[in-house]
């Protein structure tokens, strides 16, 4: 099943709410996807979909990654800092203009899991869904 997704507008997911959930577990597939497995109240089990995953930075996974919040930005409102961030380079690298510039035309989104503990994550793709936990009774 899909959930909706709602936003803040500073960009933030509201619903479903995501805050303080526990980050399970990650899994790239072969179809350039992530699905995020996050369990705990308010949300309840969910898995968090990047579709057309085209670049991923992940720091800090521990046991018990708390989700403080996740945001999502696309055009104007992608960061150069959180684009640096995700290709790993210093913000005044030549290149990352073109990359805005690439992401910003082709639509692309650039989303940030900001962690209370444990897990940040940075991952820009085409679009994201909320769909039933796919891992649950198998962590």
């Known amino acids: 099943m899909s959930y ?11 619903e479903p709410d995501f805050h303080d959930a526990n980050v399970n577990g990650l899994l790239v597939t072969n179809d350039k996807s992530l699905l995020v497995s996050i369990s705990g109240s308010p949300c309840g089990n969910k898995c968090l979909v990047f579709h057309g ?7 800090d996974f521990r046991q018990g990654n708390i989700i403080l919040d996740i945001t999502v930005s696309s055009g104007a409102s992608i960061n150069v800092d959180d684009l640096a961030y995700v290709h790993e380079v210093e913000r005044d690298t030549p290149f990352l203009q ?9 639509n692309f989104l650039l989303v940030r899991l900001n962690p209370s503990y444990g897990c940040s994550l940075v991952g820009i793709c085409q679009s994201i869904t909320v ?5 649950s009774g198998k962590l």
């Open 131 to 135: 769909e039933d936990d796919l891992f």
């Open 53 to 59: 995953l085209e670049r991923l930075r992940c720091d």
């Open 98 to 106: 073109s990359a805005m510039d690439r992401l910003r035309s082709q």
């Open 4 to 14: 909706q997704i709602t936003y803040s507008d500073a960009d933030e997911i509201v």
